[in-house]
């Protein structure tokens, strides 16, 4: 918490002075800091006072390279990378809540017809998935890590972090947002794939009507291209997070908050191509739930033409 403060303000703080060698802000142009860090000088300066250290943490985030060749390009040991990274990974953790939020109910209406216009679905507040990034194999538990296609990884889904083996679905069943939702607090309903069972506040795809699939499709696809634009800005997250778990989620936070940060910069990626998912059949058929009921007003409402 840092009241009457900017982020700015907060960071250099936090993080301060510990100069190592060259300092890259004095020899590299605009155009360098970009490939190399994904921040641009005017970024870094907001972000924090030039210190190496954060610009030892933000090449480990945009590169994910080994810590002693990054301890080569900074001219100190990869134990000291090691304790920059860790140290500058919390404090920037530490800001998610100031900078990743949830919208409130006044903003929901906003969101709802934004939402609305790339396809037409009624309602949206949010869309939702998981993402898996991939770590070493973990000391302690290491079983329940392994994800489905035999990897040991973190099940990511918005700022949750679970073992790669949790199932999207339950990930949200024990989050916060959850509980958000079925206590009312949102009026906005989040879209999902078919991993995720149909709620009232909750739509997934089904097999009919093809209207109502395509446009919950197109419009969950966001989500999609902002987990590709995620990892290709910060490719620590895009291989393989060679630390613990504890750390690999300080890490994943911290460049979920950088993210968050840089949106609607210059030095923004492209996005990925939107991308189709399978339909299944739903999960609970036979089973008396309030989320079929929503989604066949929805179909009725908004997806059923006359010929």
């Known amino acids: 918490r840092c009241p009457g403060k900017t982020i700015a303000n907060c960071l250099a703080n936090i993080v301060g002075l510990l100069l190592?060698?060259?300092?890259?802000?004095?020899?590299l142009n605009d155009e360098q800091l970009i490939l190399l860090y994904k921040f641009d000088r005017q970024s870094i300066y907001d972000l924090s006072d030039?210190?190496?250290?954060?610009?030892?943490?933000?090449?480990?985030?945009?590169?994910?390279?080994?810590q002693a060749v990054i301890g080569d390009v900074f001219h100190v040991h990869k134990s000291t990378v090691c304790r920059v990274i860790h140290r500058i990974s919390n404090a920037i953790a530490g800001l998610l809540n100031t900078v990743v939020k949830f919208?409130?109910?006044?903003?929901?209406?906003?969101?709802a017809t934004n939402f609305f216009n790339v396809a037409g679905f009624p309602r949206v507040c949010g869309?939702?998935?998981?993402?898996?990034?991939?770590?070493?194999?973990?000391?302690?538990?290491?079983?329940q890590f392994i994800n489905r296609k035999n990897q040991y990884s973190i099940n990511v889904q918005l700022v949750s972090q679970w073992p790669g083996?949790?199932?999207d679905a339950r990930i949200l069943d024990e989050s916060i947002l959850a509980r958000e939702f079925e206590e009312g607090r949102h009026k906005g309903?989040?879209?999902?794939d078919s991993g995720y069972p149909c709620r009232s506040w909750l739509m997934t795809p089904f097999r009919n009507p093809e209207s109502y699939n395509f446009s919950l499709c197109k419009t969950r696809a966001i989500?999609?291209?902002?987990?590709?634009?995620?990892k290709r800005r910060f490719h620590?997250?895009?291989?393989?997070?060679?630390?613990d778990p504890g750390r690999a989620c300080r890490i994943i936070l911290a460049c979920v908050v950088l993210f968050n940060l840089s949106k609607g910069s210059e030095v923004e990626e492209d996005e990925q191509q939107e991308n189709t998912e399978d339909v299944e059949e739903d999960r609970e058929e036979g089973v008396e739930n309030s989320g079929y009921t929503v989604r066949e007003t929805i179909v009725q409402n908004f997806f059923s033409y006359k010929e």
Do not use: W
């Open 20 to 27: 190592y060698g060259e300092n890259p802000l004095d020899t």
């Open 50 to 66: 030039p210190a190496l250290q954060l610009m030892i943490a933000l090449r480990f985030y945009a590169t994910g390279s080994f």
């Open 165 to 167: 083996s949790t199932h």
């Open 236 to 243: 620590c997250l895009h291989g393989e997070l060679r630390v």
């Open 223 to 230: 989500i999609e291209r902002v987990n590709g634009q995620l």
């Open 189 to 192: 309903i989040l879209l999902g």
């Open 127 to 143: 869309v939702i998935d998981g993402t898996h990034i991939r770590i070493q194999a973990p000391v302690q538990h290491e079983d």
């Open 103 to 111: 919208p409130s109910k006044p903003e929901e209406d906003e969101i």
